[in-house]
């Protein structure tokens, strides 16, 4: 196994078939996938998807994603968000979410973010915990715009 960033030809290695384990996909076209990919990557330092590959299969069984946001506010600093955790079921049990999540955890610190946030079910808290996560007070909001479709 190998822990490394996201890379253009990892559509080819079952990237979205593991994300659609976590939510929906929707149909997204190889030229898609590269024009989001190349988009994502011109912003520099704003998205780290990280990924697990098991080289004996060439598939991507693993994912998360820290978004960085530029703040005004605590000094002009950043603000990290992680993203999208997912390991492929066959793998789960192995602490391979803990590498995933550890390693965003380090990177947020590491790029002087002053806070670090996730959404997650009242099941997953307790993961979460381990590196330093605590629930507060904060109620979540959002308005959705459109249901994306495949």
């Known amino acids: 196994l190998v822990v490394r960033p996201l ?42 998807v990280t990924v697990i590959e098991d080289t004996s299969t060439g598939k991507i069984i693993g994912n998360t994603t820290l978004v960085i946001e530029q703040k005004f506010i605590h000094c002009a600093t950043y603000r990290g968000r992680i993203e999208d955790v997912i390991v492929d079921d066959a793998y789960r049990g192995k602490q391979l979410a803990k590498i995933l999540v550890g390693s965003m955890v380090l990177l947020s610190e590491k790029v002087d973010c002053y806070k670090l946030t996730l959404e997650c079910t009242e099941d997953y808290m307790p993961f979460y915990q381990k590196f330093g996560l605590a629930t507060n007070q904060s109620r979540y909001m959002q308005k959705k715009f459109f249901d994306v479709k495949s």
């Open 7 to 48: 890379q253009r030809d990892d559509f080819d290695k079952g990237y979205l078939q593991l994300l659609s384990n976590l939510t929906e996909v929707g149909d997204v076209t190889k030229e898609m996938f590269y024009k989001r990919f190349d988009h994502m990557k011109s912003w520099q330092n704003s998205h780290f």
